[in-house]
């Protein structure tokens, strides 16, 4: 078709000419069009449903429009003080402007409240200075002076140095916050006393159970797989329906039945008190502590280990065991040097597709975590439902979606290299 | 080709059958003896056991009943890995995760065989398939016919007695085929290897082997040199596998001294050699290789019958002129005549008489 159609515009194109690529390059424009079309919804709703939200989230946890917005000529004022000594009446004098504007506009209590995330104690500061300077009726002589007698935090350097880190509109705060930082009162980088560092020890944890969970899915879905993948046609595609039922049931109710499994007077624990390998006061602990979160997840994860595995082991035919026995290798030794290789692939698409739904995963340990079984996304849910610090908890999700992102170049590099398919 | 005795056999099937669902036996009472550096081919249609056979004897397959003899020695309780036996598989089976000399290391790496021992013995068997500059190539790297020269170098570098190969040209062109076919014959001459080879091509079959095992439904329907198997088939099956073959029904009228008199559907009688037929009566299929009828008077042989024919089709085929005969009421008898100067392009409708010499036409079972 093409081909008629420039010939009909002088001759037809002869390899290697411009006209031979041009026309190539026409038709496929043509082939683009209708693919991008055909996609074009999908991309629209992805677009609006996951990107905006992401970037949502990326800007939530960085930034710090407070100062800006309610305290314009402090941010100025301050933006040429040099930090070393207190600053000038100046910006005494802009404080005290912005925050009788922000009386006016009963603003004052979110500046407040934003500073004192930062700093204890400056929730209450802020709240007494707005009142007290709303009272005067003349400003006085020096503010500075006023602002003293108010509070003598004013006449010293770590609350300026706060107001002057605050305004900026980027902040690295919710980061230094989401890896257990803080600044010093001088302004310095330290990491936060011992008792209160949460997060990096929440990702050490989410980061080494999502670990076990892939170690062990991988350890029951190896051999699953193939055993499967050696079964005629129509009993393997028996056992992967049962191997992908638990996929058709609903979450919950596969975790309530989790919860019947192993609660104290569950049915196991009853099973081993009756039959006397437990003492009846001695039951252990299943569920509602790691443990628990690790034998469920195991369960709702190993479909996605078993795909990818059973995919690649299809793959590879009987023969290449069958040439390396016949070489005079025992059947270990082929399996070890031959099949197992030849599965590298599948293996690693299977841990990294489990490691990644792991880290991020929210509903088994928030019901069955118990207080050490908890995940990273669990901590998250809380800053965003309960200690309503937005930030913080978009700082937290920021990361968790890098690492997340990081693994998934990784499971698609090595997918698309090796032509996996999790089907 | 001297066929083996029993005891001079290196390879013996004694009554082997096999089923693999307990319920119908896919090799049936089979009895073989392959002699030390014969080149034997099992030929069949699909489904017929070959591959099965090759297997039980390789100790992929257990047989059902019977005994596998290697050597003299029973080797039904010989595990696979250690029965040393060469083998060839039809999609090659080089382990892709492996370059050609990773390879063929392979094998001599799990018999223990010497490091300064090893490069010899590669190099000569990449030598000897003439793929000495493919070494560091991964398979991957290799078009079909380069790979499998290598499965075949693999297969002979720990020097095995016994090769196996099933189907190894099965996925090759047709030029390329003949060429490995030529290759796999000169090794096996060469090194003195025993191979039993599986195919379906009774081209490659008949090419190739020393003598031929014609499979069918479970049991060797003849085992004969490869000019045998053509030219005196056993039975109607052999006949119609190997080669084009005209099949006339008729009944047999007598029999005496080696020369049957069968008269065909139409009435007409033929002379004909019995093979598998023995009695008055009874109902037969005359097969005659189209290359040996004529239709020439003057050629024909002393004694011959004639039948009358009449021309429905002519076939231009360079060397050969193919043409198709209505004869005795079938339609597709079929004759083949050299593109010689002395010969005549029969024309569609033309009436002719054909005939051929009574060894020619094979009186077989009716099937
Ligand atoms: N693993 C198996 N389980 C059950 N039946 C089998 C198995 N392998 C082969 N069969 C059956 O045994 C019969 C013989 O099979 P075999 O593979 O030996 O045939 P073949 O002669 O090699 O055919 P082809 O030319 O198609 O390779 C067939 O009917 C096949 O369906
Ligand atoms: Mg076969």
Redesign the pocket.
């Known amino acids: 078709m093409s081909a008629e159609a420039t010939s009909a515009k002088g001759g037809p194109a002869s390899a290697g000419t411009p006209a031979l690529k041009a026309s190539l390059r026409r038709a496929e424009r043509k082939k683009r069009r209708g693919a991008f079309l055909l996609t074009l919804p999908l991309l629209l709703f992805i677009t609006v449903m996951f990107l905006i939200p992401l970037l949502g989230m990326f800007w939530l946890s960085v930034a710090n429009t407070t100062m800006t917005s309610y305290m314009p000529q402090t941010v100025k004022e301050l933006s040429t003080w040099d930090g070393k000594d207190l600053p000038p009446e100046a910006a005494y004098a802009a404080v005290a402007s912005d925050l009788k504007v922000a009386f006016k506009n009963h603003t004052f209590g979110r500046v407040a409240k934003r500073l004192n995330e930062e700093s204890p104690g400056a929730f209450g500061l802020i709240n007494k200075t707005t009142f007290r300077t709303a009272r005067l009726r003349t400003p006085p002589a020096s503010w500075k002076d006023e602002f003293v007698k108010i509070d003598k935090t004013w006449g010293e350097k770590p609350i300026w140095t706060l107001l002057k880190r605050e305004s900026s509109v980027i902040t690295s705060d919710f980061y230094v916050a989401a890896i257990d930082m803080q600044y010093s009162p001088e302004g310095k980088l330290e990491r936060v006393p011992a008792y209160a560092r949460i997060y990096i020890p929440l990702f050490i944890r989410t980061a080494w159970m999502s670990a076990l969970i892939t170690f062990l899915t991988l350890l029951l879905g190896y051999p699953l797989a193939y055993w499967i993948s050696r079964l005629?046609e129509a009993k393997a595609n028996l056992m992967m329906i049962a191997v992908l039922l638990p996929f058709w049931t609903s979450l919950l109710v596969r975790i309530t039945a989790w919860i019947v499994l192993l609660q104290s007077h569950g049915v196991i624990n009853s099973i081993l008190v009756g039959s006397g390998a437990v003492a009846d006061t001695a039951r252990p602990q299943l569920i509602n502590n790691s443990l628990g979160t690790v034998i469920v997840m195991t369960q709702v994860l190993l479909p996605f280990m078993v795909l990818p595995l059973y995919s690649v082991m299809k793959s590879i035919p009987d023969s290449y065991v069958r040439a390396a026995i016949s070489m005079g290798a025992h059947p270990w030794r082929a399996f070890w040097r031959v099949f197992a290789p030849l599965t590298a692939s599948g293996v690693g698409a299977g841990v990294l597709l489990v490691f990644i739904l792991s880290i991020g995963y929210y509903i088994t340990p928030e019901l069955v975590g118990g207080q050490n079984g908890q995940f990273i996304s669990n901590r998250i849910a809380y800053n965003v439902q309960q200690s309503l610090n937005w930030g913080l908890a978009a700082a937290l999700g920021t990361i968790l979606t890098a690492v997340t992102l990081i693994l998934f170049l990784l499971y698609g590099y090595i997918t698309g290299n090796r032509k996996v398919s999790i089907t | 080709m001297n066929t083996p005795t029993k005891t001079d056999a290196f390879v013996q099937f004694d009554r082997v059958q096999k089923s693999?669902?307990g319920e119908t036996l896919?090799v049936k009472e089979l009895n073989l003896s392959i002699g030390k550096g014969e080149f034997l081919t099992m030929l069949?249609?699909?489904?017929?056991?070959?591959?099965?056979?090759?297997?039980m004897l390789a100790g992929f397959?257990t047989a059902t009943q019977g005994d596998i003899l290697l050597d003299g020695k029973p080797i039904n309780a010989v595990p696979p890995h250690k029965r040393g036996i060469g083998m060839v598989f039809q999609n090659y089976a080089l382990f892709p995760h492996m370059t050609v000399n990773e390879n063929l290391y392979f094998p001599l790496e799990v018999r223990g065989i010497g490091k300064s021992e090893r490069e010899g013995k590669i190099k000569r068997a990449l030598d000897m398939v003439q793929m000495g500059a493919f070494g560091n190539r991964r398979p991957s790297q290799l078009s079909g016919g380069q790979q499998q020269r290598i499965a075949l170098a693999r297969a002979l570098v720990f020097e095995p007695s016994l090769v196996l190969m099933?189907?190894p040209l099965g996925a090759l062109d047709k030029q390329l085929r003949e060429h490995m076919q030529f290759e796999i014959k000169h090794l096996h001459e060469t090194l003195g290897i025993t191979v039993v080879y599986?195919t379906?091509d009774q081209g490659e079959a008949l090419t190739m082997s020393d003598r031929i095992a014609v499979?069918n439904d479970?049991r060797i329907q003849q085992l004969a040199a490869p000019d045998v198997l053509y030219e005196a088939p056993q039975n109607s099956f052999v006949a119609q596998f190997i080669g084009e073959n005209n099949k006339l029904p008729g009944t047999v009228e007598d029999i005496a001294d080696g020369r049957a008199v069968v008269r065909l559907a139409t009435g007409e009688v033929i002379a004909a050699t019995p093979v598998n037929v023995s009695g008055k009566g009874q109902k037969t299929l005359i097969s005659i290789r189209p290359e040996r009828v004529e239709y020439r008077a003057e050629m024909l042989p002393e004694g011959a019958h004639t039948v009358e024919a009449e021309v429905l089709e002519f076939i231009y085929m360079g060397d050969i002129f193919r043409t198709r005969l209505r004869v005795a009421g079938s339609d597709d008898f079929v004759i083949k005549n050299r593109n010689t100067l002395d010969q005549r392009r029969l024309k569609p409708g033309e009436k002719i008489r054909i005939g051929w010499a009574p060894q020619d036409a094979r009186a077989l079972d009716p099937l």
Do not use: I
Not at chain 2, 44 to 55: A, D, F, H, I
């Open positions: 005629p | 693999y669902d896919v069949g249609p699909s489904g017929s056991g070959k591959t099965t056979c090759l297997m397959e099933d189907e599986v379906h499979f479970g």
